[in-house]
């Protein structure tokens, strides 16, 4: 009888909880460590908390005109590569998703390459390339670099979507009289919007705290965030510097994730990787 | 108000032909089904008339002009689909209204005729509704109100109700033809299903493996196919293989007059048109099932050979599994080669009865 089955409930997962406890062991302890250190003035060995909480430092990082900077540097080169990337990927995704064209499979998985071999050395290597063109230290340079990096989301992802949405629905848009790419800026794209918005969430987001490019095309003329961060980190022997930062840092994560889930809702990023 | 020429049209995919060498003229305001089994090429054709497949051959004008090298947007037809294909991002008035907008209509124009077009299809008020809150019924009234709110010349039904419960699909398909009464509007209506054609064409076109097999009013279609195929295709049929010898098509539970050349042959009856009768003398066939509607009753007989046939009866009360009887052939009609080779109507084979049913002819 069901009632002298032990009810599921009634078991402790104990796996589960392990999980959770070294997840939040590896995850949150680091996370709250920087945090505290953020609002720290004091903390001496061999206290468990500080001796003093402030906001000495963030008055004294905010007040750094290189730190503005490099915010809005950021914020410019995550929005300039996530726009020229939607310009330059979402065609071309269609163009996976719809059409046969002769090399199509092979071009298509070569946007894995990027990220199939170690990245430093195809990073030096598009550096040595870049020194020739006169890139290295420019925006530009950066923006191009950063650029390969999104190709992937940016690729993958709007095909999958393109993909899923009804032709149908398409061919009754061209019945009631609009043209191709009226069919696309109306219907297309609208349909398969949440995917791709969680393709541009991820490409804008990856950009912001992509650091190996930013640092080793841009350097020392570009400092995005990020580098501007690790050159605190390793310079500086005041811990409270890159922990405003990376608190700082934080936010654009926070920011998007909220977005996401308002916008996207649930499934659309399982979808978007063919899920 | 549009006339429709269809001439030698072919469509090849690979080396497969889905279409092979198809004419018709629908003319101004008329209601034309193309009917077949599934693989017929029917929904080919008609997208070939939508303009998105591209004949392999031939023409298509509608009204004196050719349309083959116009994209479906410069097309004066509007199409339904199976699938209704509605966008989901877009809420009922926008949907009807699209089309409307790209033509560039001012905005109180387009707000009335969405109005008009939503009453025409009996969906006044549910403007702002999203097309997921409808049922299935409902969105396919939207699909076609967003064909019909731009006046097309020709108006293409795929399948439009194939997905739809067969209440709901009866009560559509008789709305569906009111409304094509109502704007005279040139239609082709693509189905599968032979109860939806008969009901509401002016003509049938009959396709098997894209062929046309016949085009006629639905009537002749059902009381006089022109192939075995169309025969047996539409509503229930008994045919029976046998031989022409001497003016008689000669079976081992038929025998009835045929004044055709000697030959083999396929007979044709429907089963209203084939009355059974106790049997006078030893009786060649015999009674297999008895299955009473209410209205009818449909006898499934067995004949020697093993072989089944359908006669429908008044009534199921006179007739028992085993029972020995006579059949009673009215009109019918022989094949040969696919084509018909000879007609003979109820009058002409009652008084000529077959040969086993000397005394027993019903009134």
């Not at chain 1, 149908?168 to 069919?183: I, T």
Request: glycine share 8%.
């Amino acid at each position: 009888m069901a009632a002298t089955l032990p009810a599921p409930r009634g078991r402790i997962d104990f796996v589960g909880i392990g999980f959770a406890i070294a997840l939040s062991v590896a995850i949150i302890f680091p996370l709250i460590v920087v945090g505290t250190w953020a609002f720290t003035e004091v903390w001496r060995y061999p206290n468990i908390v500080p001796q003093q909480f402030g906001l000495r430092f963030w008055n004294q990082t905010l007040s750094r005109a290189d730190v503005w900077s490099a915010l809005t540097l950021s914020l410019q080169l995550s929005t300039v590569v996530t726009l020229l990337s939607a310009a330059i990927c979402l065609p071309a995704a269609y163009a996976f998703a719809r059409m046969t064209f002769p090399g199509r499979n092979v071009l298509f998985f070569s946007f894995l390459a990027g990220h199939a071999f170690p990245k430093f050395g195809l990073l030096v290597a598009i550096a040595a390339i870049f020194l020739q063109l006169n890139l290295i230290g420019t925006f530009w340079g950066v923006v191009l670099i950063q650029l390969v990096g999104t190709l992937l989301f940016m690729i993958w992802i709007p095909v999958a979507a393109f993909q899923s949405v009804d032709r149908r629905m398409e061919e009754a848009a061209r019945d009631v009289g609009a043209s191709p790419l009226r069919v696309f800026w109306s219907i297309t794209l609208p349909q398969a919007g949440p995917t791709i918005a969680a393709a541009v969430l991820l490409s804008f987001v990856g950009t912001f705290y992509e650091t190996e490019g930013a640092w080793l095309i841009g350097a020392p003329g570009i400092r995005t965030m990020p580098v501007l961060m690790i050159t605190f980190i390793n310079n500086q022997m005041v811990i409270q510097y890159g922990a405003v930062l990376s608190v700082l840092l934080w936010v654009p994560s926070f920011i998007a994730l909220m977005f996401a889930r308002r916008v996207i809702g649930g499934g659309a990023f399982a979808r978007g990787f063919g899920g | 108000m549009a006339r429709l020429d269809i001439a030698n049209v072919s469509k090849l995919f690979g080396s497969t032909k889905a279409v092979d060498d198809f004419s018709i003229t629908v003319e101004d305001g008329e209601l034309v089904c193309l009917l077949g089994p599934s693989g017929s090429g029917k929904s080919t054709l008609l997208r070939m008339i939508g303009g998105f497949e591209k004949p392999t051959y031939g023409s298509m004008t509608i009204d004196g002009e050719e349309v083959i090298h116009l994209p479906p947007e410069k097309r004066p037809t509007g199409m339904v689909f199976q699938s209704h294909a509605l966008w989901s991002h877009m809420n009922v008035f926008k949907n009807i209204a699209f089309g409307l907008k790209l033509r560039r209509l001012p905005k109180a124009e387009i707000e009335r005729r969405v109005e008009a077009v939503l009453e025409l299809v009996g969906l006044s008020g549910y403007g702002q509704r999203l097309t997921h809150q409808l049922s299935g019924g409902q969105q396919q009234r939207v699909a076609l109100a967003r064909s019909l709110v731009l006046e097309p010349k020709i108006l293409l039904l795929d399948e439009p109700f194939a997905s739809l419960d067969q209440h709901l699909r009866e009560r559509l398909r008789e709305e569906v033809r009111d409304i094509q009464q109502r704007l005279k509007i040139t239609t082709l209506f693509v189905t599968h299903a032979q109860d939806e054609a008969l009901s509401v064409a002016d003509r049938i076109v009959v396709l098997r493996d894209g062929r046309t097999e016949q085009i006629a009013r639905p009537a002749e279609v059902y009381r006089e196919p022109a192939t075995p195929f169309v025969a047996g295709f539409i509503g229930q049929m008994n045919l029976v293989s046998g031989v022409v010898a001497d003016g008689r098509f000669g079976h081992s539970a038929f025998n009835v007059p045929a004044a055709v050349a000697d030959g083999p042959a396929t007979l044709a009856v429907r089963p209203e048109a084939l009355a059974i009768a106790p049997a006078s003398g030893a009786g060649m066939a015999h009674v297999h099932r008895v299955t009473d509607y209410g209205t009818h009753a449909m006898i499934d007989v067995e004949l020697p050979d093993g072989e089944r046939l359908k006669s429908m009866m008044p009534t199921a009360d006179q007739w028992t599994p085993m029972q020995k009887v006579d059949l009673v052939p009215g009109a019918f009609a022989l094949y040969r080669d696919n084509g018909v080779i000879y007609r003979a109507d109820a009058a002409l084979a009652l008084a000529k009865p077959a040969r086993k049913t000397r005394s027993t002819v019903h009134a």
